[in-house]
């Protein structure tokens, strides 16, 4: 019962209702949310702060949930990790706006990265395995795509990307 409903989560995305938010509005909304969770692990949160006039069209709760699902991610990553520190951040590069949510936690062996993002493989105890699948399908919804680069036990960042004019 429980593979039917993740199974419909993954399958019945709503349709996005695009919308122009800035990155401060998208940054201010992901650390209101996950600030609670973090502090309640003894996880630092740092969320960069930015006036920025940069604004990108996007369904915002469907990217707050792929930040959600990122950054849920972290807090698991960073279980018995002394300092553990999530940090999100942006970048513009060639085209291209980048959310990045980095941790200092266990990170991922090679061989699990292309795995992934495989609906339903999980390397947690209780995880469901749908959270990095519903991330990418948000972005490919918004024509983006999601990247990740990991060194173990160094750091860890997924970045949503979206095309950027």
Known sequence: LDFV?????IAELPTP?????TIGE??????????????GRNI???VEQTAS???????????????????TNSIYALEDIEAPIIE?????????LFLDVTDNGKGIQAEL????FVPFFTTRKNGSGIGLTITRNIMKMHTGSLEVLSAPYEKTTFSLVFKYQ
Request: no cysteine; glycine share 2%.
């Open 53 to 71: 006039k940069i604004s990108i069209q996007i369904d915002l709760k469907l990217i707050e949930q792929a930040l959600i699902n990122l950054v």
């Open 5 to 9: 409903k993740d199974y419909r989560l």
């Open 44 to 46: 630092q949160l740092k």
């Open 17 to 21: 209702e695009l919308e122009y938010h």
């Open 88 to 96: 999100i951040n942006y970048r513009l590069d060639l085209g291209k």
């Open 113 to 116: 990265l292309e795995k992934i």
């Open 26 to 39: 998208i940054l201010q909304h992901v650390k209101v949310l996950m600030m609670p969770f973090a502090n």
